[in-house]
């Protein structure tokens, strides 16, 4: 078992929070062992030295993608916190078309993981008679190039099934290989797919004008810095009178006021006033 010295964790610990805003704290130390020594190993790499150099002078273009996936957590599954899902087909969307009088939405689902997340909310908004009509820009992104691969690929096991009404499975799904099912591509083409450090300044103006950002479950893994960095992002990203989603159990109360909380339904909705 390799060793990882204190100093050598902070280095690491650093080094992940300044590229991606992820904080892992002091009592921590065993994640970063958890998530990389397998990696050490196949890489044939003596020391979490040798790997923390590697990195920093991006010896190995491609480990920054590596570590990357191995880091971030992608947890997530069709229909997750279905209230929000609901109030964005039947009060947000109707509402903006109504009050814009548009007939194209621009929806941008900011870490999206293997896709469950926008293919659900794409699947749901054509499936409704109220937004049925409506065209759909849709574009999702995240930090980690190996799902954004699997989004494209479109193909889920039963744990991502598990919460799908039986007429959606019938209707968007094809079985596939033991008990996988791929999504149909009448969904799949609805949603743009692109990898995105959501720290990336640059690249993010290219995200501009959006109706609707769905930015859930991703804010817990920052700190309060990075949370106001990305928050202020997003702000950027959105239309007047646009809407911001995060996560059921995340809050921007002592974070930023850019935003005004609205509470629709069961769950708060942010906009830009
Ligand atoms: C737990 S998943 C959430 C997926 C989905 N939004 C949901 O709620 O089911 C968090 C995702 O955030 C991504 N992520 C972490 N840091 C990021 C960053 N700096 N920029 C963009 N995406 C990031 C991870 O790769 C991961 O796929």
Known sequence: MMVLKDETFKDLRDFIYD??????????KYFIENRLS?????????????????????????????????????ETFFFRELQQLEVLVQQVIPRIKEERKIQTV???????????????????????PKTCSLRLDMVASDI???VIERAQQATYGQYSLRNIPEQYMKKYFKQGAGTNYTLNSDVRT????????????KKIRGFREMDVIFCRNVLIYFDKKAKLKVVTNL???????????????????DITRLLRPQ???????????
């Open 38 to 74: 397998k990696r050490l190993e196949e890489k044939k790499i003596g020391s979490y030295e040798d790997y923390f150099y590697l990195l920093k002078y991006n010896t190995d273009k491609n480990e920054l993608k590596v570590l990357y996936d191995k880091i971030t957590t992608n």
């Open 144 to 146: 980690s190039d190996v």
């Open 106 to 128: 621009k929806i941008w689902s900011a870490a999206c993981s293997t896709g469950e997340e926008p293919y659900t909310i794409a699947m749901m908004l054509m499936d409704n």
């Open 190 to 201: 609805k949603v743009k797919f692109m990898q995105l450090n959501l720290l990336d300044d």
């Open 263 to 273: 509470i629709l339904g069961k769950t708060v909705v942010y906009q830009k006033a």
């Open 19 to 28: 590229n991606t805003g992820i904080y892992i704290p002091d009592t921590k």
């Open 235 to 253: 702000y950027e990203s959105m239309k007047t009178g646009g809407y911001l989603f995060i996560g059921m159990a995340e809050s921007l109360h």
